[in-house]
């Protein structure tokens, strides 16, 4: 199988936007008597969208929320989060490698980030344009570690790139629960250990620690001769 498109998870991988999300996900669970940690955040929460993140950190202190309650505190988190977004960075080599695949392949994002944050993002960074499609945590029923993420992108890709199967497709993703969510797709990933160390990242086909430096050649070498 050879190489025919690429899918970016968001938060942790184009955008240094991990450090924000913990302060909105953080603020938002003050008014419930709730306080995290980044420890807490990072070992327990990245990776899943809100909705999820925000019901596991009430579980995990003692509080099984109504579902009014959950949506209503996964209100306050997004709107904290738009009010930060104008201060999230790209990461290094983020908008070199886009605008590199995006000229030879069909890009697209599969995100827990909500998708009208992610094209607000994009547009912001001049990148919206090179992304066929946008997956995100408002558009499937089952976030990562789930495959659907992944095989919902793979779906509006294959429908400019026909026939696309996922053994055709390159993920870049950050963590464990979005290494899974490809790998159950079906697809070659690159874990980028922004996030996360290396060592935690194994389960990727290939870890690399910054998107510097990555060029075409050398990740279509990923799919083999």
Do not use: W
């Not at 970016?8 to 909105?24: K, M, N, R, T, Y």
């Not at 995100?111 to 997956?135: K, M, P, Q, W, Y």
């Not at 290396?198 to 290939?206: F, N, R, S, V, Y």
């Amino acid at each position: 199988m050879a190489m025919r498109a690429a899918i970016f998870d968001f938060d942790g991988v184009i955008v240094d936007s991990e450090p924000l999300h913990f302060q909105a996900l953080r603020s938002s669970l003050l008014p419930e008597g709730i306080q995290i940690d980044e420890k807490e955040y990072y070992s327990g929460y990245l990776a899943y969208n809100d909705r999820t993140a925000i019901r596991l950190a009430l579980e995990a202190h003692g509080v099984s929320p109504p579902l009014a309650r959950l949506d209503a505190i996964a209100r306050r988190k997004a709107d904290l989060f738009s009010e930060l977004a104008s201060k999230i960075p790209l990461f290094p080599g983020a908008a070199e490698l886009v605008r590199s695949l995006a000229a030879r392949f069909p890009l697209a994002i599969a995100s827990g980030a909500l998708h009208g944050e992610i094209d607000a993002i994009l547009r912001g960074a001049g990148l919206r344009d090179a992304f066929a499609a946008i997956v995100g945590a408002d558009d499937v029923s089952r976030g990562k570690p789930d495959p659907e993420p992944y095989v919902s992108a793979m779906g509006l890709l294959a429908e400019r790139t026909p026939g696309l199967a996922p053994a055709e497709c390159l993920v870049f993703e950050d963590s464990m629960a979005g290494i899974a969510s490809a790998r159950a797709a079906g697809m070659t990933v690159v874990a980028v250990a922004h996030s996360y160390p290396p060592e935690k990242l194994g389960a990727a086909h290939h870890v690399v620690d910054s998107l510097v430096g990555l060029d075409n050649d050398g990740l279509r070498a990923l799919f083999g001769p």
